[in-house]
Nanobody
C-alpha cells in the first residue's frame, strides 16, 4: 500500500521560509513521478513542483520558480519542498502526490492531469503566510 505522510507546514511571515517533508512508503520511484500540489479555498488545484520518474529532472510552476526547490532522498524515501521568499498567495494546503504526468507537454508544465485526481496523494499539510 502506498502511503505519503507530509510534515513541516505552519504559519510564517511573508518573506520567510518553510521546508515540507513527505515520507513515502510502498512507492516505486521508477513507475511514478513524485511532487507537490497545493489547494487553497476557492481556488483551483495547482501542481507546484515534481521530479520526473525517468529523467529525474525537476519541474516547477511559474508561480514558484526561483523560490521553491524540490529534492528527494531515495535512501530515506523522502521528498522535500524548500520554500523560500514565501508570499501570502502561497497560503494553501500542500499535498505530496505521485502521478505519471510530470513535465512539459506542448510547452505547458503539468503535474497531474487537469480534472483528474493524482494516482496517489497524502493527507496534506497547511501552510499559512501572513502579510
Amino acid at each position: 500500500e502506498v502511503q505519503f505522510v507530509e510534515s513541516g507546514g505552519g504559519l510564517v511571515q511573508a518573506g520567510g521560509s518553510l521546508r515540507l517533508s513527505c515520507a513515502a512508503s510502498g512507492f516505486t520511484y521508477d513507475d511514478y513521478s513524485i511532487g507537490w500540489f497545493r489547494q487553497a479555498p476557492g481556488k483551483e488545484r495547482e501542481g507546484v513542483s515534481c521530479i520526473g520518474s525517468r529523467d529525474r529532472r525537476t519541474y516547477y510552476a511559474d508561480s514558484v520558480k526561483g523560490r521553491f526547490t524540490i529534492s528527494s532522498d531515495n535512501a530515506k524515501n523522502t521528498v522535500y519542498l524548500q520554500m523560500d521568499g514565501l508570499k501570502p498567495e502561497d497560503t494553501a494546503a500542500y499535498y505530496c502526490a505521485a502521478d505519471r504526468v510530470c513535465g512539459y507537454y506542448a510547452g505547458v508544465y503539468y503535474f497531474g492531469l487537469v480534472g483528474y485526481d493524482y494516482d496517489y496523494r497524502g493527507q496534506g499539510t497547511q501552510v499559512t503566510v501572513s502579510s
